[in-house]
């Protein structure tokens, strides 16, 4: 079966690809291992993610994206012909068409860029949607009714807060707060308060094992390994989830500032339409434990976390690719 469409979820930290008929066929961080100094590609996705903080000095990990934007346009490319060659095989004579999700806030250069970098991976076809939209056909949310929605997708580099209604999106806000910066901020109070070095990674396991939003009484516990600031040698710390909710507290109120200006910003009508409705939530960073009951709580409207959060964008891609001669005209633009 030749493969001539395909659906990208283009994250900071993880790529999903989306192929008619199979499904999703890739789920793997966006990270690319380099050879230095000759800058050749040794390893993409989770055998280069393996490799981020274990590298002799001749092997460099990159994250090619920053922010959801591409960072190297080098790298970038040589990943999305890797992503785009899993997809279609080795045999597959056709050059697909493809659907890539941007940020909502991605300026006209950094469109160019991804779909310059999609068609010389090999794309016959490169068209942008912009994330908030993805994310909200992959939550099963009507996006093309005249009754406002709004979605709070919280991926690894940027969390974007939208109001959708008749297709479009009325009100939006980004933010580059989402999974990686609360990843930093449990570096940061853990170097703090223990004095002990972990790296990106540690901070990444103990915030899925052990991480919450809000303060719980029954407080999970987690222990991870680094090195004493003082004494130079290793050495264990427990982190209950308390102690992560305290270090998140201060993006967390930040993603939730920028879902209180689009709600100024919104037409009362569907301000209203978003009260009877609630909040959906979407993306990777979603699965943080009582985050919809910490957005709740703090603006007042029913929130709730869509089912699959993480594939929600993927999701959504797959959809438009299902239907690409519908939404060419309406929700793509391919310059």
Known sequence: MFVNRIGIDLGTTNTVVFVPGKGFIVNEPTIVALTLPDNVVMAVGREAKEMIGRT????????????????????TRAMLKYFISRATGRWNVLKP???????????????????NAAEEAGAKNAYVVREPLLAALGAGIAINSSSGNM???????????????????????????????????????????YGVAIGEQSAEAAKISAGSAMSLKSKLEVQIRGRDL????????TLNSNEIAEALNPYLMEIA??????????????????????????????????????FERLLGVPTYVAEDSILCVAKGSGIIIDHLDVYKRTLLNKR
């Not at 000095?57 to 920053?66: C, F, M, Q, S, V």
């Not at 999700?101 to 950094?110: D, F, K, Q, R, Y």
């Not at 003082?230 to 710390?237: A, E, F, N, R, T």
């Open 257 to 294: 500032a920028a879902v209180q200006n689009v709600f100024n910003e919104t037409p009362p009508e569907l301000v209203a339409d978003v009260m009877e409705k609630g909040i959906i939530l979407s993306g990777g960073s979603a699965n943080l434990r009582h985050i919809d009951d910490f």
């Open 97 to 115: 068409d493809v659907v890539i999700s941007v940020p909502a806030g991605i300026t006209a250069t950094e469109r160019r860029a991804v779909v």
């Open 230 to 237: 003082i004494s130079g040698l290793p050495k264990d710390v």
């Open 56 to 75: 002799p000095g001749d092997i460099a990990a990159y994250r090619p994206l920053k922010d959801g934007v591409v960072a190297d346009y080098y790298i």
């Open 151 to 193: 979605i709070i997708n919280i991926g690894g580099g940027t969390s974007e807060v939208a109001v959708i209604s008749l297709g479009g999106i009325v009100c939006w806000s980004s933010v580059r707060v989402a999974g990686n910066k609360f990843d930093e901020a449990i570096v940061n109070f853990v170097k703090k308060k």
